[in-house]
T-cell receptor, first 116, second 109 residues
């Protein structure tokens, strides 16, 4: 079956531009996570959705970052007024279970964002 | 603060065995994951440990000691396709995954 997909795979933005990154999780997966991965580093948690509810956004680095999952499936991560330090790979992961305990996450291929 | 430490890079020979260590200090512990990530690709799940001891799955095994805040991933009969980064991640008390920076494993023929 289809895995997690993300689009675009690559995005180049000028500083100050707004961007929107899309994640299509595995159908029926309850949980959806966004991570930011800088080059040579592990992923860092940004936010968590259980269905359409954003239950944890403690990892969002600033109020320029906004995520939504209005119908409990597709999610969009929006970054306003992009800065150079936003350059990273943005990973989306989904899971069939709610967060808690053993919870294998299935990752998408990521969107590589480069801010010039 | 929360901290996950693992070596930056390791080199091993095809057919050999390699052990990748991970030490952690986190606020709470609800399990430890190992993921494999090939360059430019998504991380893929390898193992999960929540109790002390060794979990074996084919050529890969993972060990956990909660009292020592320590885990390792053991890869046997190394193949060239095992060249990748191996990420250790701990599920903390808030059920957030805290990730290490990853160990880049280079396999030489």
């Amino acid at each position: 079956g289809a895995g997690v997909s993300q689009s675009p795979r690559y995005k180049v933005a000028k500083r100050g531009q707004d961007v929107a990154l899309r994640c299509d999780p595995i159908s029926g997966h309850v949980s959806l996570f966004w991570y930011q991965q800088a080059l040579g580093q592990g992923p860092e948690f940004l936010t968590y959705f259980q269905n359409e509810a954003q239950l944890d956004k403690s990892g969002l680095p600033s109020d320029r970052f906004f995520a939504e999952r209005p119908e409990g499936s597709v999610s969009t991560l929006k970054i306003q007024r992009t800065q150079q330090e936003d350059s990273a790979v943005y990973l989306c992961a989904s899971s069939p279970e709610v967060r808690g305990g053993y919870n294998e996450q299935f990752f998408g291929p990521g969107t590589r964002l480069t801010v010039l | 603060g929360q901290n996950i430490d693992q070596p930056t890079e390791m080199t091993a020979t095809e057919g050999a065995i390699v052990q990748i260590n991970c030490t952690y200090q986190t606020s709470g512990f609800n399990g430890l994951f190992w993921y494999q990530q090939h360059a430019g690709e998504a991380p893929t799940f390898l193992s999960y440990n929540v109790l002390d001891g060794l979990e074996e799955k084919g050529r890969f095994s993972s060990f956990l000691s909660r009292s020592k805040g320590y885990s390792y991933l053991l890869l046997k009969e190394l193949q060239m396709k095992d060249s990748a980064s191996y990420l250790c991640a701990v599920l903390d008390s808030n059920y957030q995954l805290i990730w290490g920076a990853g160990t880049k494993l280079i396999i030489k023929p």
